[in-house]
């Protein structure tokens, strides 16, 4: 059976390879526009973001929500729209950090059924979703099988907007150790592709925004593993835990 949303992927694929044009052609030479608390902003996010922009308003007239434009007027109330992230990990793309991507993916009804994610310094290409399996430059990938949360490798972060408080601060150092091990990269898109080939068992973040889980957690589901998304706000966030099943009812 034909994947059913084919021409969506064409074009999520193109906005993609136009993000990335970008940020090849000019690595390292991006200025930083503004550092506000825990958010930066630079050249490479606007212009790798206006090329995704352009590819999508020319082949498609499905509303987009975008980290840096924010979402068009009719994006809360449609069936679908674009959620893209032309970089996630600005501060590691900007230090050299080896850890950033470009995404973009289709959410239909509030889910995610078609992500690709191109990990910018290894050349990864995570393509996957509902009923398209989820492959890394063309090569079928699994989910983590991994059972028991003492065996597994948690991805997590602190999205910009997380609040430090005592509760929140209780939550996740209780997940922390109920896991062997935890990795923090500072970019959940990637975090979440490797979720996807089983590289880490589970990814986890709480108050994240959609644009940088919404492709990861397509293809989180595309390599058989499970997702919760829960707690979606009107700000467009919301938390997520992703990966090996039966980790996933356990966190």
């Known amino acids: 059976m034909a994947f059913a ?28 526009l503004s550092s506000d608390g825990r958010d930066i902003k630079s050249e490479a996010d606007l212009q790798s973001e206006a090329a995704m922009l352009e590819v999508i308003r020319a082949n498609s007239d499905i509303p987009v929500l975008s980290e840096e434009a924010g979402a068009d007027d009719t994006a809360a109330q449609a069936e679908a729209i674009w959620v893209v992230d032309p970089l996630d990990g600005t501060m590691n793309f900007m230090r050299g950090l080896p850890a950033c991507c470009t995404c973009a993916a289709l959410v239909v009804n509030g889910h ?89 068992d589970l990814h986890a973040e709480s108050r994240t925004f959609l644009w940088d889980i919404a492709a990861g957690v397509a293809l989180v589901e595309g390599a058989g593993g499970t997702v919760l998304m829960s707690n979606v706000d009107e700000q467009w966030r919301c938390d997520v835990v992703a990966g090996a099943p039966a980790l996933v009812s356990l966190f």
Do not use: Y
Not at 8 to 21: C, F, K
């Open 112 to 200: 995610p059924v078609l992500g690709v994610v191109h990990d910018l310094v290894h050349d990864e290409r995570w393509v996957g979703g509902t009923d398209l399996p989820t492959t890394c430059n063309g090569n079928p990938v699994q989910a983590s099988a991994c059972a028991a949360l003492d065996q597994a490798v948690l991805s997590t972060g602190f999205p910009r907007t997380f609040e430090f408080t005592a509760e929140a601060m209780d939550l996740f150092t209780r997940r922390m150790a109920s896991v062997k091990k935890v990795r923090m990269i500072g970019a959940a898109a990637m975090s979440l592709a490797w979720a996807s080939g089983g590289r880490v």
């Open 5 to 32: 949303h084919d021409a969506e992927l064409s074009i999520a694929t193109a906005a993609v390879d136009a993000a990335v044009a970008v940020l090849s052609a000019e690595a390292g030479g991006f200025a930083t």
